[in-house]
């Protein structure tokens, strides 16, 4: 990743929030900034509306491309390169391999929509501008 890169998450999952802070905290990405998605409802539902609901995974704009889910996490976690946190390394070593990453990510997403069933909120998509369920 060159240049600067956006990182939108959904910040009611614990997983996704944790992931997040980890990044921001330890990654030491250059040009990397991180969004929870919910608190910018006008671009998520943009992004939406192009085909990425931020239920499906994370969403990385990057030099004018856009990456969703499992090639987000794959991208993003190929770019840490010295980590200063063990659970970002192993993050790390997993998340690296795109085929992997693929592999995994169903189960990821399961585990986030148990968690926001959990704390009581819903995993709907965006219906419009104004709704976020």
Sequence with gaps: MQGKSLFIYDGECPFCNH????????????????????????????LYN????????????????????ADAIS????????????LLEVLRVIFTSNKRTKFLFPFLLWGR????????????????NSHFY
Excluded: T, V
């Design 19 to 46: 992931f997040a802070q980890l990044l921001e905290l330890k990654s030491s990405l250059p040009e990397f900034e991180i969004l929870d998605g919910r608190k910018n409802l006008p671009l998520l539902s943009q």
């Design 50 to 69: 192009q085909g990425y609901d931020l239920n499906k995974g994370a969403i990385l704009l990057s030099n004018e491309k856009i990456l969703h889910g």
């Design 75 to 86: 991208l993003i976690c190929s770019e840490i390169k010295e980590p200063s946190d063990s």
């Design 113 to 128: 929509r148990l968690s926001l069933i959990l704390k009581g909120k819903a995993w709907k998509p965006i219906r419009d």
